[in-house]
């Protein structure tokens, strides 16, 4: 597996005193959608506007195609495509114009311009003007303009903030077509984990300038699965917890016992052996720990 990104211990400080990064070692897979997840103030914005350039360090690490960036930022920008923070838009002109004045200055084809807002689903309103347009809308143009230049890798800063459920809906299926059909690796950042684990195949998690967590969303899920547990409602919960004893951590809580297991065949031989055993089991239930808790549990920790 190719890296497109990879960073090595990333620090960051804005002032002597301000530290906001300390060791980051991102790792971008290329072909990836990776979902760089964290609340707010957590370093996201910082890491990315590193990436871009636009803030710098020193003796930052940072590798992106395979190159340093402080030695090939041109090159490299080339073939990145990015939004930052608020698109700026000319509001006074049509969807079409605003790209055709980035094109004017890059040397971008119009047909290039059509193409993109085909791909955005925008080519039925490129006449109409900017102000009219709905905030999805706008966040679609501004991801056209981030693509005219055809750049193999997209950053984007929470491009679904402040949409409403619709307009989030069209981002998502715009940026998985553009990975799946475009073949565009795309990073984006966000403070919601159930946005990420929409569309995302990795994922960073990072909270006071810390990754904490960076695997596959596979990895993320199975986490997850090692944090769930059946829950039993026994006739006698201590004689269930001693005859499982050997084979299983089992924890009472109140009347009640948390049996941690590792897949469906372990609940089925759970539950035989409560059975086997004597006991009268009233209820097994799987108690599932979602990656939303998970996610606040990792970051809590
Ligand atoms: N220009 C700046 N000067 C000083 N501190 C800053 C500056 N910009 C950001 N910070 C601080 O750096 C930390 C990380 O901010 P950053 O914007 O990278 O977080 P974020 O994860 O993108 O969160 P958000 O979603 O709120 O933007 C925060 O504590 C923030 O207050």
Redesign the pocket.
């Known amino acids: 597996m190719s890296t497109i990104i990879k960073t090595t211990n990333l620090d ?1 400080a ?2 002597s005193k ?1 530290q ?2 300390f060791d980051v070692n991102l790792e971008v897979p290329t072909g990836s959608i990776y979902g760089f997840l ?12 590193l990436l871009l350039g636009l803030l710098q360090t020193r003796n930052s690490n940072i590798k992106i195609f395979d190159k340093g960036i402080n030695d090939n930022r041109i090159a490299i920008l080339k073939k990145i495509g990015s939004l930052i ?1 608020q698109p700026s838009l000319y509001h006074h002109l049509s969807g079409y114009e605003n790209l055709e004045v980035f094109a004017l200055s890059y040397n971008i084809s119009p047909t290039r311009i059509k193409e993109v807002l085909g791909i955005v689903g925008l080519s039925g309103a490129a006449d109409k003007k900017v102000r009219a347009y709905s905030l999805g809308m706008k966040q679609r143009l501004a991801i056209a303009l981030a693509l005219l230049h055809d750049p193999e890798l997209l950053i984007l ?2 491009p679904t ?1 402040g949409l409403d459920p619709n307009g989030i809906i069209e981002i998502r299926e715009l940026l998985k077509h553009l990975n799946q059909k475009h073949h565009k690796t795309i990073l984006i ?1 966000s ?1 919601l984990l159930s946005e990420v684990e929409k569309i995302a195949s990795d994922v960073g998690i ?1 909270h006071n ?1 810390k990754l904490l967590f960076q695997g596959s969303l596979i990895e993320l899920q199975h986490l997850q699965s090692n944090h769930s547990f059946i829950e039993a409602r026994v006739n006698s919960a201590q004689a269930a917890k001693d005859l499982l004893a050997t084979r299983f951590k089992a924890t009472l809580v109140g009347d009640t016992l948390r049996i941690a297991f590792k897949n469906d065949q372990q609940i089925a031989e759970i539950n035989q052996t409560l059975a086997l055993g004597g006991i009268m089991v009233y209820q097994l239930r799987l108690v599932n720990h979602d990656l939303e808790e998970l996610f606040m549990k990792t970051i809590a920790e």
Do not use: Q, R
């Open positions: 960051y804005f002032s301000e906001v990064l964290g609340p707010n103030g957590a370093g996201k914005t910082t890491t990315l506007k923070e800063d929470e903030n950042s403070h990072i300038g």
